[in-house]
């Protein structure tokens, strides 16, 4: 099972100690790089100052040189070493080399005025480093004036010498060796941190995760908390728990909607069910009464009737509200509404029917359209006095390609707009009574769930003289 918890930690970490470790060998090798090269500075530096020690004159070579300023090379604590050849031969050497059986530094061949420098193993055993410099060397400027000579003429005599000069590198390998442990220890180190801190981290940062997992499990439809509290939650938990408040809200209408449902068939049920206990009953206790003999069986019908009537129109609901596609064919509606005015008008109601002569057919699910106008157009009459018109107006839906049904009339009951907000739950009823033994509330609950299907727009408006109409975009 994937856990985000244990992913950012791992991601994290390898990225976070990736980084560090590479920027730790970055200044590792910097610091390595400028320690060495800082020590070979200090070798050419202490080389050229050995080289200017040397002059030339007319007669012989000179090294003007003095063990008391530099002590380096006469004793034997730490000692270094030079040596100087001219001609090919031994001119000079530092008298530590003479501390030694081995008393020649390696011979190097290196070009005029230029330098090298190599790892050597000096006399008195140790690792060290050595740099060759050959070099012409300097003549007096007093000198060649007295003799009168010019630098390039004396430069013709002149002999090429070298210096050799040699310290220990031991130091610079520990330091250089006590750098490289830092890194590692450092590396290491940040490893261990950077897991240890972003395991903290991801863990606290997922704490509100874990709580608010903690408040969903805590709630039920029947419990008392009905949404999720926000106020401690991070930002990017807010979506989530939006959906969550929203989801938990839909479904609490949703649970007590059905639970009404269930108690409004059971008591839609349970009156003709008694009816039919009641009246066989009766026939049981008084089998010669030949007036009840003689209404017994249509009674027993006209109930059995009832009873299907509220089982099919459950049973309507329940299919309009199967969300599967249905097939749409091209329908001529005045056909289509000739169709239901034929089946639904009633002997001496007025019905009128007006059809803009702009739209002519509509694109829908044939089964759907004639259960929404039928259904519709039954509630106009039922629930409208006698003489009252019932009017039915089809028109293009402005500024689209849709097409408007409107139908409207007088409403027998005086509705709020609470009550008009109601009128599309199942087995909703103005009588709360229910004394109509043909109407069960469920007529305009099917008429949404087929609007809701077909993807149809479906409004109810209340105007003065208590004029009410339902108007379905198609």
């Excluded at 989530?240 to 479904?251: K, P, R, V």
């Excluded at 299907?308 to 509404?337: D, F, P, R």
């Excluded at 000739?338 to 739209?359: D, M």
Aim: charged share 25%; hydrophobic share 40%.
């Amino acid at each position: 099972m994937n856990s985000i918890k244990k992913k950012l930690t791992r991601y994290l970490s390898i990225s976070v100690s990736v980084l560090l470790v590479l920027i730790l060998l970055a200044t590792d090798i910097s610091v390595d790089t400028w320690i060495s090269q800082e020590f070979d500075k200090a070798m050419i530096n202490k080389s050229n100052l050995l080289i200017t020690l040397v002059s030339e004159d007319v007669n012989e070579v000179d090294f003007d040189f003095a063990d008391e300023f530099m002590p380096e090379f006469s004793g034997k604590k730490d000692p270094e070493y030079f040596q100087l050849w001219h001609d090919n031969k031994v001119f000079e050497r530092s008298k530590t080399l003479a501390l030694f059986d081995v008393n020649d530094l390696p011979h190097v061949d290196t070009e005029l005025h230029k330098s090298k420098i190599i790892n050597i193993t000096l006399p008195d055993g140790r690792s060290g480093r050595m740099i060759t410099a050959r070099f012409i060397p300097q003549v007096d400027s007093d000198i060649r004036e007295k003799f009168s000579i010019s630098v390039a003429d004396f430069a013709k005599t002149q002999k090429p010498m070298k210096l050799s000069y040699a310290i220990s590198n031991e130091s610079l390998n520990q330091t250089l060796w006590f750098v490289d442990i830092i890194f590692i220890l450092s590396s290491l180190s940040t490893v261990f941190a950077v897991r240890l801190i972003v395991h903290k981290v991801v863990e606290r940062e997922l704490t509100p995760l874990d709580s608010l997992n903690s408040e969903i499990k805590s709630i039920n439809l029947n419990s008392d908390i009905d949404s999720i509290s926000i106020e401690n939650l991070p930002e990017e938990l807010l979506p989530i728990a939006d959906g969550i408040n929203h989801f938990l809200s839909e479904n609490r209408i949703l649970y007590a909607r059905e639970k009404r449902m269930t108690s409004d068939i059971a008591h839609e049920l349970k009156t003709p069910i008694a009816e039919l206990i009641n009246l066989t009953e009766v026939a049981i206790k008084f089998p010669e009464e030949k007036l009840i003999s003689a209404t017994f069986t249509t009674d027993v019908l006209s109930i059995s009737e009832r009873l299907k009537n509220i089982v099919n129109s459950i049973l309507l609901l329940q299919k309009s509200s199967n969300h599967a596609e249905l097939t749409k064919i091209e329908l001529n509606i005045e056909k289509l509404m000739s169709t239901i005015l034929h089946r639904e008008s009633k002997a001496g109601r007025n019905v009128a029917f007006t059809i803009s002569p702009k739209i002519d057919t509509i694109v829908t699910n044939k089964f759907a359209i004639e259960t929404i106008l039928s259904n519709l157009l039954s509630n106009a009459l039922h629930y409208s006095p006698a003489n009252s018109p019932v009017t039915i107006l089809v028109t293009p839906d402005t500024n689209t390609t849709r097409v408007k049904f409107s139908i409207s009339n007088t409403s027998i009951y005086q509705y709020t707009a609470t009550e008009l907000g109601k009128f599309f739950e199942p087995l909703w009823q103005k009588d709360q009574s229910r004394t109509s033994s043909q109407r069960y509330g469920l007529g305009l609950a099917i008429v949404k769930s087929y609007c809701d299907n077909i993807n149809a727009e479906i409004s109810i408006a209340l105007a003065p003289n208590n004029q009410i109409s339902f108007t379905v975009i198609v």
